[in-house]
Every structure is written in C-alpha cells, then in structure tokens.
C-alpha cells in the first residue's frame, strides 16, 4: 500500500469552513485535490473563500446558512451535493466561545453556545446524512480541550463540547453498520485563529500558553489540516469512535494555567 493521501475525485464538506481552523481544513484538502464545499454564516466570507479554493484549481461550491436553522443547514447540504457528488469528507466546526462566568452569564449567552456548537453539530451531521458515501465517508467534529478539561469562565463551552465528543463516540456506533467512521479533533492553542486572540489576547497571555505546551510553541492551522486529511483518509480506516487532542501535549498538564487567565478575562472591566 502506497503510503500517500490523495484526495483527486473525492469531495469534502466544511460546516463553519471560511475561517480560523476549518478555513485552513478546507484549504488543506483542496491542495490535495479534492471538491469542497464552505458554510458560514456570512455570505461575504463564503464567497471569499470559495476564492481562495477557486485559486488552487478545485471545484468548490459555498452557500451561507446558519447552524443552528436546521432547515437552512439541510437546504446546503441538498445544494452543495447537487453540485459536487456524494460527500467523502465531512468536517462539522462551526463554535461560539467567550469568557464569562456563570454568575457573569446571562441564560440567553449561555443557550446561543450550546445552540451554536453542540446543536449545532446535530444540525450538520443529521442534515448531511443522505448524503454521506456509504460505506466509506469520514465524519470529523472540530472539538475543544474544554470537553474533558474543567475551566473557570467556560462552563458553556464546556457543556457544548462534552456533547460534542459524546455524540461522536455514539455516532461511531451507530453509523458504524453504514462504514462510517466518525472522529473528533481537538486543536490546542492555534497561532492566528480568533479563538486564541480572544482566549489570549495579549503578548504576556500567548508566552504563558507557548510555556505550557510541552513542545514549547502554539500550533498552526495546518497542523489540525494535517490531522483532518489523515482521519479522511484510508490510512486511517479503522480509526472511529477516537477524540484526537492535536495540541503539542498541552492537554497533559491542564492547559497550562488558562483557567485563572479566563477568570481574569471575565471579570476585567469591559
């Protein structure tokens, strides 16, 4: 077996795919050959990065649509595999997060989290479905360490991402019969995402997160587009059920302290 992955003739989708990470998922594929499909909110971004994917001589195909609308998310779907075929490749990403406390937090700030990330990603993956190659596709969900590490200024986050990494391990089981696998990643620290400007906005905040990863730096994006193409490919065809941290080691010591830099986030005037 020819150690290699290629993806010409294969087709990949990417829910929340014109930006940070899963703008950098969805640009990895297209360097590999693939057909792929973008969603966002925003239909600018959406064109933009249908663009972006247009210049590497891929066939791309985007449309805006919201999450968290079923309806709309389906409506994509049924477009985007009109357009380009059956789907190989299915990366669920689309998140919300931002410091608060519990106390901080209004029901509303809490719900458009869970909202956003865990029902969210049910929208996506019951939606897209149908359209899944059968046996054969790979599911991916775009998780966060706040799915098994505890962290002050998170509890939404954590909630909708717990869920997250349930549903994947429940998902490998019960599409499994159809040759399905599903997967999760969990990016640590990501130079250059929104995420991680947000979670560490300042010089002193990203040298206290560079300290605590074991290999001494944040990650890019494409290292978790590295990871994505190995789980979509046939390299990884008995891989399932797996939530995969991609963070340098930084989930082995507790995130490094992040929890008392978001409490601090959260309570510092606005």
Same mark, same amino acid.
């Given at each position: 077996?020819?150690?290699?992955?290629?993806?010409?003739?294969?087709?990949?989708?990417? =829910?929340?795919?014109?930006?940070?990470?899963?703008?950098?998922?969805?640009?990895?594929? +297209?360097?590999?050959?693939?057909?792929?499909?973008?969603?966002?909110?925003?239909?600018?971004?959406? !064109?933009?990065?249908?663009?972006?994917?247009?210049?590497?001589?891929?066939?791309?195909?985007?449309?805006?649509?919201?999450?968290?609308?079923?309806?709309?998310?389906?409506?994509?779907?049924?477009? +985007?595999?009109?357009?380009?075929?059956?789907? !190989?490749?299915?990366?669920?990403?689309?998140?919300?997060?931002?410091?608060?406390?519990?106390?901080?937090?209004?029901?509303?700030?809490?719900?458009?989290?869970?909202?956003? !990330?865990?029902?969210?990603?049910?929208?996506?993956?019951?939606? =897209?479905?149908?359209?899944?190659?059968?046996?054969? =596709?790979?599911?991916?969900?775009?998780?966060?360490?706040?799915?098994?590490?505890?962290?002050? +200024?998170?509890?939404?986050?954590?909630?909708?991402?717990?869920?997250?990494?349930?549903?994947?391990?429940?998902?490998?089981?019960?599409?499994?019969? !159809?040759?399905?696998?599903?997967?999760?990643?969990?990016?640590?620290?990501?130079?250059?995402?929104?995420?991680?400007?947000?979670?560490?906005?300042?010089?002193?905040?990203?040298?206290?997160?560079?300290?605590?990863?074991?290999?001494?730096?944040?990650?890019?994006?494409?290292?978790?587009?590295?990871?994505?193409?190995?789980?979509?490919?046939?390299?990884?065809?008995?891989?399932?059920?797996?939530?995969?941290?991609?963070?340098?080691?930084?989930?082995?010591?507790?995130?490094?302290?992040?929890?008392?830099?978001?409490?601090?986030?959260?309570?510092?005037?606005?």
């Amino acid at each position: 077996m020819a150690l290699e992955i290629d993806y010409q003739g294969k087709t990949v989708a990417v =829910a929340g795919g014109t930006s940070g990470i899963n703008q950098g998922i969805a640009l990895g594929f +297209a360097e590999l050959g693939a057909r792929v499909a973008v969603m966002s909110r925003k239909q600018d971004k959406v !064109d933009a990065t249908v663009g972006l994917l247009e210049e590497q001589g891929v066939t791309a195909f985007g449309a805006a649509a919201d999450v968290r609308d079923f309806d709309a998310v389906a409506a994509f779907f049924e477009r +985007a595999h009109a357009a380009l075929g059956v789907f !190989d490749v299915l990366v669920s990403g689309a998140a919300g997060n931002f410091p608060a406390l519990v106390n901080g937090m209004s029901a509303n700030a809490f719900k458009s989290v869970i909202d956003i !990330d865990l029902v969210g990603t049910f929208n996506v993956l019951r939606s =897209a479905y149908p359209f899944l190659r059968k046996p054969g =596709a790979s599911v991916i969900n775009i998780s966060a360490p706040q799915a098994f590490v505890p962290m002050q +200024a998170q509890a939404h986050v954590c909630a909708a991402k717990a869920g997250v990494d349930m549903m994947t391990r429940c998902l490998a089981m019960e599409w499994g019969g !159809d040759g399905i696998r599903v997967n999760s990643i969990v990016p640590g620290p990501i130079r250059g995402t929104e995420g991680m400007d947000r979670l560490a906005p300042s010089d002193a905040h990203r040298a206290r997160v560079n300290a605590a990863v074991p290999l001494g730096r944040m990650g890019e994006k494409s290292d978790i587009a590295h990871c994505a193409a190995f789980l979509g490919s046939p390299l990884a065809a008995y891989i399932s059920g797996v939530v995969l941290p991609v963070d340098g080691g930084w989930s082995t010591a507790g995130v490094g302290g992040l929890s008392d830099t978001l409490a601090q986030l959260a309570q510092a005037p606005r």
